[in-house]
């Protein structure tokens, strides 16, 4: 099934039965206003739906997931030493000084962890053009800038040295 998260209420992510059909009960009254449910599976691209709540049933139409590409490689420390559990997240490509930059620029695409040695593998990353970023508490965050994603395709390689935070700092 597909693991879907609600981000309205108090619910706990659900599971998509075998034919993919879930349902979430809410309060209206308490809960009214706009909400988001993502749907997320390994391989494929996450899906967000932006709804209105409304008393009774709100049919959110057929939620699409599509295979996604996927993005290897390691984070590594100015020795050139792995780094293990970094976070890493694609995310949209966009010149980070611009004043035009739109919050919705920052939002994370798809989001993995490094493994003991560094190495990470990121799947379900959307076709399109990504910066992917790693970040560890007390190193300074990096990224890999412009990198090209094709759907059901493999990028590979690609090393992002963090530094430490300055003592000083």
Same mark, same amino acid.
């Given at each position: 099934?597909? +693991?879907?998260?609600?981000?309205?209420?108090? @619910?706990?992510?659900?599971?998509?039965?075998?034919?993919?059909?879930?349902?979430?009960?809410?309060?209206?009254?308490?809960?009214?206003?706009?909400?988001?449910?993502?749907?997320?599976?390994?391989?494929?691209?996450?899906? $967000?739906?932006?709804?209105?709540?409304?008393?009774?049933?709100?049919?959110?139409?057929?939620?699409?997931?599509?295979?996604?590409?996927?993005?290897?490689?390691?984070?590594?420390?100015?020795?050139?030493?792995?780094i293990?559990?970094?976070?890493?997240?694609?995310?949209?490509?966009?010149?980070?000084?611009?004043?035009?930059? $739109? +919050?919705?620029d920052?939002?994370?695409l798809?989001?993995?962890?490094?493994?003991a $040695?560094?190495?990470?593998?990121m799947?379900?990353?959307?076709?399109?053009? @990504?910066?992917?970023?790693?970040? +560890?508490?007390?190193?300074?965050?990096?990224?890999?800038d412009?990198?090209?994603?094709?759907?059901?395709?493999?990028?590979?390689?690609?090393?992002?040295?963090?530094?430490?935070?300055?003592?000083?700092?």
């Amino acid at each position: 099934g597909v +693991k879907l998260e609600a981000t309205v209420g108090n @619910f706990d992510d659900q599971t998509s039965d075998a034919e993919g059909r879930f349902e979430f009960t809410f309060d209206h009254l308490r809960y009214a206003g706009n909400g988001n449910l993502t749907a997320v599976a390994d391989g494929l691209v996450r899906e $967000k739906k932006n709804f209105e709540m409304t008393a009774g049933t709100i049919d959110l139409g057929d939620i699409v997931l599509v295979p996604g590409g996927t993005v290897t490689g390691r984070v590594q420390d100015e020795a050139g030493l792995g780094i293990a559990d970094a976070a890493v997240f694609a995310m949209p490509h966009t010149d980070r000084r611009s004043p035009f930059a $739109k +919050k919705s620029d920052y939002q994370s695409l798809a989001f993995t962890r490094t493994d003991a $040695k560094g190495a990470f593998v990121m799947t379900g990353v959307p076709a399109g053009f @990504f910066d992917v970023w790693a970040q +560890k508490q007390a190193k300074l965050s990096n990224w890999a800038d412009g990198l090209t994603v094709e759907a059901r395709g493999e990028t590979t390689d690609v090393e992002i040295t963090l530094s430490d935070i300055p003592e000083n700092a």
